[in-house]
């Protein structure tokens, strides 16, 4: 953006010069619309897995609105004084997954909530999602790409305190999230190919030898059990089993709205939460399940369109992250459903009932837009 | 010189993030691909196979119950087994309206309206969709040929066969064994649903409750393909379950049958340890109950009745029965006293008959009123005088005499493997202090020297101490399992032996409790004198009710109920110990001539070969006239309270 432009005009005459009225409010027409239709195509087929429930549909509905709402003022804020924010924020957030892990222990059990009645309700692992991604970001981009080794172990040690303290919840959807966030940023950050395939080729010999020599036989069944749970149909195979089911006889056209009979006749558990497309694909086919995946893909090449275009590396890196993280929610959460990954609490973005994900989720996008929108007219020094 | 100053490269970086998320992009695709292809083997490759599952609605998985281990004795007598048994279940989701059905089912079988409910919390508890819930155990023949015949109205009801637990001997191995029960809802929060998804009873008691992790097995399932009504169609996959592992016990139904017979009908308690092992030989309660029907479910009132018998059949005398042990625990109270150093083997007493504490003049009473005169170890152990134990007490101190104690199991849990065995009490200042906000006084620690005042032990206990005194300190805790699926029983937390600063202490002990049963003034003399073994024991008794200071135990004037625990501890033979016993008659009053015979019997139904039986024994006015002073002997004075 080094480009020359004329000093003698101001701000403001840049802006009216350049900018529409969407710009102007900082949002990103494209990102809207297509969230928007996502929203209506969710709460179209949540109405038909929740039993026809008018009372969720509008809970579902509220939840979007109050996500727009959230989005709309995320996306006023300056990138740049998100990046101020990053280590407080981080601190924040690690300190109250430690309320959450202290008070889960006097509870003599797991909780995942912070509760102040009458005030706020909320998990901690949430806001983790978000401020993952903003301190690598934050951190990575305050040096040379891409990052030395030291910055990178200092990056892993800033991933590593709340993807454990989250998955000792123990919820390992979101802490796999969190984790995949904060891991992005330092992808995108230029992490070297070299470190990368040395880490994965350390995993495996690192588990053939806890494998052989170092883990008891329950627990041997218990990893089995998690990466294949057909092998255990009595417990978490039991929803695997039916989904497939209902996603196989959906065929290519489905059995048409409110026709699907494994998710009507209660065979599927959990059909209007995590297992919600195994309903979409029972009820309208493979084309239905394309037509979904498309409108995801669309929205992520938008996103990564805006990631390209952004000013300053630590927008690029921030925007990135969450949109690989998004992209990550739709295919484990279809993997999942479909039986080709194991089983983790993880939902279908803007589909899945429950307003914690759609908010969390629409604030993600409220930063995406805030990156596209805040754009200064100088060169970058 | 400086390191360099490396400025930002806007453009490197640039170019660098592009180069990511270009890779980033085809990740996407990538995976999206793998997403639809997914997608398309399932709906289309894939379609018929699903829409005819779906279809004929669809598979159904259901839970293969494993067998449960069974339990055995030491010689291979089955005590717990299972045997087939019919019972009615029904299918909530198959019945249409299962009220109504249930009405239609009690109509057919005559049952009684008053448990209707019980019936429908049982359908009620249902765990998963179209899982068959057991309403009715045992079905007789009329019964299953009755709801046949009635088939067409009954939807969703079925007949299984199933296993059921069943215990051959009845009510004899009710307080070891235990029994299973069936799962509530308490259960289920504790039990692991997938394990126990087709099983319908879990251990409630004894070594079925402990033992239930290994007893159990592993569950197996069956996916099946089912038509509409419910009719397997066809088996898709089947994993068998794991039967779960046979427990071997170290109990020997022989003693075990010769303690019962020995206890004649009283109330009361035998345990028998094996020294060398901690093997459990002999555990019997009496009285007992048949534990069959809490299998299926006892029926309210038969539980009412043994609820609230006076004899307590319920009641596990060996591990949850608290009895002061009063004399028995005088053998451990002479070795504490010999290490700790306050008596030596050759220092004595003089017994005036009572014993006082300085400054003080209420008099702590030996049973021996006119006094046993100059008294040293040995015969303070063979009279059981009180008067010895009061001095020896006093110069240990309560403190000492609590660590001592504890060192031989009295105040804590000693079993290895038993369900809620109770711990006890040996008292301590610290104790005293907590439970009644008041000082330990002087006198209390006399009487706690002859095993009177707060301090409470279970039969168990007392034989774990005998074992303890036989086998010289080697601590081993008490079990019942021999091995459990072939594997020996070892104990994950062994606790340290009692190592005394002179091992010859316990020969003084040995000494002392083979002249209580062999010795010419010993008080349980009348069980030694045809014993072809040598035998060391101490006899006791535990007090029921207080008797006011000045007043004599007058039995007459005592109710049944409330006359004293006669207790006995022995081990054979007295050299090399194969055997330590305790045995506690509730009410039976005499130690030495109640319970001492009760232990001799399950000494000899041990050490003797099963022809050798000791002869038939001759009453002599002689030895009536023994028994008379041996009875005497456990009457200690300190029924006297102090206070």
């Given at each position: 953006m080094s ?77 740049r004084?998100?990046a101020r924010?990053a280590a407080p924020?981080y601190l ?43 301190t690598i970001a934050w951190y990575v981009a305050r040096y040379n790409l891409p990052p030395s080794f030291k910055h990178l172990v200092i990056s892993l040690v800033l991933v ?25 940023a330092l992808f995108l950050g230029g992490l070297r190919w070299r470190w990368i395939?040395a ?112 000013q300053t590396v630590f927008g690029k890196l ?58 200064k007219?100088i060169a970058q020094t | 010189m400086p390191p360099a100053i490396r400025l930002k490269d806007h453009q490197r970086d640039k170019r660098l993030i592009?180069q990511r ?623």
């Open positions: 480009r020359s432009f004329d000093p003698s005009l101001g701000q403001g005459d840049v802006f009216q010069a350049r900018v529409s009225l969407l710009q102007r409010i900082h949002i990103d027409g494209w990102l809207l619309l297509l969230l928007l239709l996502l929203g209506a195509g969710g709460l179209f087929i949540l109405y038909s897995a929740g039993s026809k429930s008018e009372a969720m549909l509008i809970k579902q509905a509220s939840s979007f609105g109050f996500g727009l709402l959230a989005m709309v003022l995320i996306a006023q804020f300056d990138p004084f998100m924010w924020a924040a957030g690690v300190g109250l997954l430690l309320v959450v892990e202290v008070m889960g222990h006097k509870a003599m059990g797991a909780t995942r909530w912070i509760n102040i009645p009458g005030v706020v309700r909320f998990q901690p692992a949430e806001l983790m999602k978000i401020f993952m991604p903003l590593a305190v709340p993807f454990l303290l989250i998955a000792r919840q123990p919820d390992l959807g979101t802490a796999m999230l969190v984790l995949a966030s904060g891991l992005f395939l880490a994965l080729t350390a995993v495996i010999p690192a588990g053939f030898v806890m494998w052989n020599f170092f883990m008891r036989s329950y627990q041997k069944q218990r990893v089995l059990t998690f990466l294949n749970p057909e092998s255990d149909p009595l417990g978490s195979g039991w929803n695997i089993i039916q989904s497939k089911a209902a996603i196989g006889s959906g065929g290519v056209l489905g059995k048409g709205w409110l026709q699907g009979t494994q998710s009507h006749l209660d065979f599927l558990p959990e059909s209007h939460t995590d297992f919600i497309i195994a309903v979409l694909a029972e009820e309208f086919g493979l084309v239905g399940v394309c037509l979904l995946l498309l409108g995801y893909l669309l929205l992520v090449f938008r996103a990564l369109f805006i990631t390209l275009h952004a921030l925007a990135g992250s969450l949109t690989l993280t998004f992209f990550v929610y739709v295919f484990v959460n279809i993997g999942m459903v479909s039986g080709l990954l194991p089983v983790v609490g993880v939902p279908l973005p803007f589909v899945s009932y429950g307003g914690t994900s759609i908010v969390t989720l629409l604030c993600s996008f409220g930063i995406l837009m805030a990156v596209h929108t805040h754009r007219w | 592009r998320l270009l890779a980033a992009t085809v990740f996407i695709l990538l995976l999206t691909a793998v997403l639809v292809a997914r997608m398309y083997f399932l709906q289309v490759v894939q379609y018929e196979h699903h829409s005819t599952l779906a279809e004929n609605n669809r598979i159904h998985v259901q839970s293969l119950p494993p067998t449960r281990g069974l339990v055995y004795d030491r010689n291979g007598v089955v005590l717990a087994e299972n045997r087939p048994s019919f019972s009615l279940t029904l299918t909530r989701e198959r019945a249409g309206d299962w009220r109504q059905v249930l009405d239609t089912l009690m109509e057919v079988l005559e049952l009684d309206s008053e448990e209707k409910d019980t019936y429908i919390k049982r359908i009620e508890q249902g765990r998963r969709p179209f899982e068959p819930v057991p309403v009715l155990f045992e079905l007789s023949e009329a019964q299953i040929a009755r709801v046949a015949v009635n088939q067409y109205r009954l939807p969703g009801v079925e007949v299984e066969a199933q296993m059921v637990r069943y215990y051959p001997f009845g009510e004899q191995f009710a307080h070891t064994v235990g029994y299973v029960g069936r799962i509530n809802e308490d259960d289920l929060k504790r039990l692991d649903p997938v394990e126990y998804s087709g099983t319908h009873h879990t251990g409630r008691l004894g070594v079925e409750r402990f033992y239930e992790k290994q007893l159990h097995g592993k569950v197996g399932y069956e996916e099946v393909e089912t038509n509409a009504r419910g009719r397997v169609l066809r088996v898709l996959n089947r994993v068998e379950p794991q039967s779960g592992q046979d427990v071997y016990l170290s109990l020997d139904i022989r003693l075990q049958q010769a303690a019962k017979k020995a206890l004649d009908g009283r109330r009361g308690a035998v345990v028998a340890l094996d020294p060398k092992t901690g093997e459990v030989l002999a555990m019997v309660s009496e009285p007992s109950y048949d534990p069959n029907p809490f299998v299926t479910g006892i029926g309210f009132k038969a539980y009412a009745e043994l609820r609230d018998s006076i004899d307590q059949p319920l009641y596990n005398r060996v591990l949850r029965g608290l009895y002061p042990p009063g004399s028995t625990i005088k053998p451990m109270v002479v070795l504490a006293g010999l290490d700790a150093g306050v008596i030596t083997p050759e220092s004595t007493v003089f017994d005036p008959g009572f014993y006082q504490l300085p400054n003080n003049s209420h008099k702590y009473r030996n049973w021996n009123r006119g006094g046993d005169g100059w008294v040293g170890l040995e015969l303070a152990v063979a009279r059981s005088n009180d008067t010895y134990f009061y001095d020896l007490a006093h110069k240990l101190g309560v403190d000492r005499l609590h660590e001592y104690m504890t060192l031989f199991g009295f105040g804590r849990r000693v079993a290895l493997d038993m369900f809620e065995e109770s711990a006890g009490l040996m008292p301590s200042r610290e104790w005293k202090r907590q439970r009644y906000r008041q000082a330990w006084y002087p006198g209390e620690t006399l009487i706690l020297g002859i095993g009177q005042g707060y301090m409470q032990s279970t039969p168990l206990q007392l034989a774990q101490a005998t074992a303890l005194v036989a086998s010289r300190g080697k601590w081993i805790r008490p079990h019942l399992a021999r091995s459990v699926g072939g594997e020996p029983v070892t104990d994950p937390e062994p606790l340290p032996d009692i190592q005394l600063s002179n091992p010859e202490y316990w020969e003084y002990a040995r000494k002392a409790m083979e002249a209580v049963v062999h010795g010419a003034r010993g008080t349980a003399r009348k069980i030694g004198q045809d014993a072809p073994y040598r035998i060391a024991g101490k006899s006791g008794t535990a007090q029921v009710v207080a008797i006011k200071q000045g007043e004599r135990y007058n039995r007459d004037k005592v109710q049944e109920r409330h006359r004293d625990h006669a207790l006995f501890i022995a081990y054979a033979p007295a050299e090399a110990p194969e055997i330590a016993v305790a045995v506690m008659v509730e009410n039976g009053e005499s130690g030495s001539g109640v319970a001492a015979p009760v232990a001799r019997a399950v000494l000899d139904a041990w050490l003797l070969p099963p022809e050798l039986e000791g002869p038939p024994e001759l009453e002599t006015d002689d030895m009536q006239a023994d028994r008379q002073e041996a009875a005497l002997a456990e009457l200690p004075e300190s029924r006297e309270q102090h206070q």
